[in-house]
Every structure is written in C-alpha cells, then in structure tokens.
C-alpha cells in the first residue's frame, strides 16, 4: 500500500517523537545478519537526497509532537559523510519541532572511526559540530576468532583504538556485544565484558546470537562448517552479563540493554514505552499509537516511489488484541514491567483477568512475579522473557 504526499499515513499524535533513519549500506555482510542492506555504495547521493525528501513528504504526519530523539541506524551510517548528515539532521530541524537538546545517536562501525580522517579536525569532533551527542559502536568481540566467523569489517585492535579515541570526546557512548557465539569461552566472554568496562563505558547492548533463516551463518551452520549455538551456554553468558555489569554500577533495564544512571537510549526506551516513532528511509517502521506502518524493503523502489512523491509504506492498523500484546512483549523486557492498572485502562477488565490467569503458572515457576500492581520477570526467567510474554499473548479474545 502506498501513500501519496497529500494524504497522512498515520494518525497526529501528540506529544514526544523519536525519528529513525535507515542507512541501507554495509561494507561487507556479516554472516549472522538479516537486516536490510547492500554492500554496494553506488546509490548512496540517490538514497541521502531520497531520504531528505521523505523527511519533507512526511512532516504534517505528527504536527502536534516534539522530537526527542534522531536516530542513525543501518546498515553503516558511519559510511555517510560529515556533509550527509549534516544536510539529514538540518532537515529534520526544517521540518519539525525539536527539542532544545535532542539525543542525535550514530551507529558506528570501529573500521570506520578509526580509518576516517578529516583535515582539521578528527572524526569525532566532525560528528560533534553537526549535533551528534551519542555513538552506538558495533564492537561484538574483542577476540579475532570471533569476528572472523561473524565476518565483521573490523579487527581486535581497531576495537580498542576506536573506543580509546571515542571516550576522548563523547561520554555517552554505547556498545554493542555478542554472546553465545560458536567458540566463545565463558573465560573469554568475561574478558570481553572487562575491556568494555575498562574504557569506562555507560551503556552496553547485549545479544545472544541467533542464527537467521538465509543468512550465511545458517549456511554454515547446515554444512557442518561451523558449530550450532548452544542454548545453554549462551544462557550462562548473559547471566555473567547480568552479575559482572550491575556488580559495576549497571542497571539492567531492557532484557539486551544495561545503561549507567543517565545514560538509558531515550531512543530505545521511546520504543519499549510505546510513544511514537517516525521512521525514515528502506525497511523502516513507523508507529502511531494506533497503526504500524513499514517502508518497502527494496533501495531501489524506495528511490524511485520517492522521486514521484509517493511514500512506498505498507500499514496495518492494531487492533485492542494486538496493542494488548505488544504491550505485554515490551513490558516484561523492561525494568518497568506490565501494568496490571494500564492493562485494564487500556484494554478492559478481561484482559487484566486473562493476563493474570497466563503468569499464574510462570509466578509459581519463579519466573515472574508481582510488585507494586507490576508484573515482572524475575532473574531466573530474564534469558526466557520473550517465550513467557507469548504465553501470555491474547490470541482471541472470545
């Protein structure tokens, strides 16, 4: 379904809103990965100038809200230059309401932070002069077994010069680690952990790796190449995660995010607290409160359908059943739990029956348990959170 420049796709919402900027482009894939990318730079001008124009198409779509956070993710948006996001943020600023000291966030890739080099000024201190105020660096492993089997851009080495010369000049910086990778010891897992906390970092992204349908791990995995992931270890790492980040100063917020205080992404929690979201460029979603929508996933047709002025979205329009769900799914990920009081404003007296009639088994298990009028996963039940909020999904409410 598409939507042309004179129509709105999504419903004016009031309040706060978080804009999300696809960069489609990668230097090369990654073995684990199954997000929207290509490895070909050849339509990056088309893409940033399609992408400026959508910001355009799009700004009556939420009149009545403030941006709070402007978020680059990818793909590599550190493959953009200085100039490319400058001319992305400035349009922002043109076209909407922003607050006075928005979070502006920056995926990075440590080959690139590191390879970079303006002339006057370091790469960093570029990103600082167009508003950029906090980086997300996709680290994973500090080990060279490691990234050579995910088939990551960068080496151990980079990894460590980038954030010894990041930490010079942003103090809010996030970083991104993968556990239960093929290989990976406990032993090394904890090294891994120690040399992000000897940088001094204030918030870490934490994932098991899952092995997508299609993608090349999955390949190898199938061929015997490498070896299958294994659940119980990977269980046994993020528990380490767990014990070793909040030991030092750590608040495990989100199920994959451990933020210092003051430091949690505004962006991502915008996410799990269900506020608005606006997002821009191939693949991206939006969110209004009341429908979801998603850009097609295609650079090309997203290139074209936006020189004619025509938003190449598809949407869907939640039901009561499936804002209940989500609701669910993103709750109990997160430190502020499910609302039994907002399930029954929301969503009626039936849903907060049937949601207590589902956790009833898993709060005898001690996998969840209640506080406060909060329903919330205990430690034991953190590694299998996602599978428990299924079981308390309502498939049909009669």
């Not at 109990?332 to 049937?354: A, P, Q």
Request: aromatic share 10%; hydrophobic share 35%.
């Amino acid at each position: 379904m598409s939507s042309s420049m004179g129509s709105s796709l999504l419903e004016r919402f009031g309040g706060e809103l978080g804009i999300y900027i696809h960069i489609p482009f990668c230097k090369q894939a990654c073995h684990y990965c199954d997000f929207h990318f290509s490895t070909s730079l050849k339509k990056k001008s088309e893409l940033v100038n399609a992408l400026v124009k959508e910001l355009q198409l799009r700004k009556d779509e939420f009149k009545n809200t403030t941006v709070e956070t402007i978020y680059f993710g990818g793909g590599t948006p550190s493959l953009l230059t200085i100039d490319e996001l400058r001319l992305l943020i400035d349009e922002v600023y043109k076209n909407y309401s922003v607050a006075e000291n928005p979070e502006i966030t920056l995926e990075a890739n440590p080959d690139d932070l590191v390879s970079i080099r303006a002339q006057s000024k370091t790469i960093f201190e570029e990103y600082k002069s167009v508003g950029i105020n906090r980086l997300s660096i996709g680290i994973q492993s500090f080990f060279e077994a490691d990234l050579k089997l995910m088939n990551r851009a960068h080496n151990a080495e980079e990894a460590k010069n980038c954030l010894q010369e990041a930490t010079k000049y942003f103090k809010n910086i996030s970083i991104d680690l993968i556990y239960g990778i093929p290989g990976l010891t406990n032993e090394n897992w904890i090294k891994n952990i120690e040399t992000v906390l000897s940088f001094d970092i204030p918030h870490i992204s934490s994932y098991a790796l899952t092995v997508e349908p299609k993608t090349a791990l999955d390949t190898f995995i199938k061929k015997g190449l490498v070896k299958n992931v294994d659940d119980d270890l990977a269980q046994q790492q993020f528990h380490i995660l767990i014990e070793k980040l909040e030991a030092s100063g750590f608040v495990h917020y989100e199920l994959s995010n451990f933020g210092k205080p003051n430091y949690f992404s505004k962006n991502n929690s915008a996410y799990w607290q269900g506020k608005p979201y606006l997002g821009i460029g191939p693949s991206a979603h939006s969110f209004n409160g009341n429908e979801r929508g998603w850009n097609v996933q295609n650079n090309s047709k997203y290139i074209k359908a936006i020189e004619q002025s025509i938003l190449p979205i598809e949407i869907e329009i939640l039901s009561i059943t499936d804002k209940y769900n989500e609701y669910v799914m993103t709750g109990l990920r997160t430190l502020w739990g499910v609302s039994l009081e907002k399930v029954e404003r929301d969503f009626g007296e039936n849903y907060k029956i049937y949601l207590l009639e589902q956790a009833e088994k898993h709060i005898l298990e001690h996998l969840l348990y209640l506080d406060e009028g909060k329903l919330l996963v205990t430690k034991k039940g953190k590694f299998l959170s996602d599978g428990i909020a299924s079981d308390l999904f309502m498939l049909n409410l009669s």
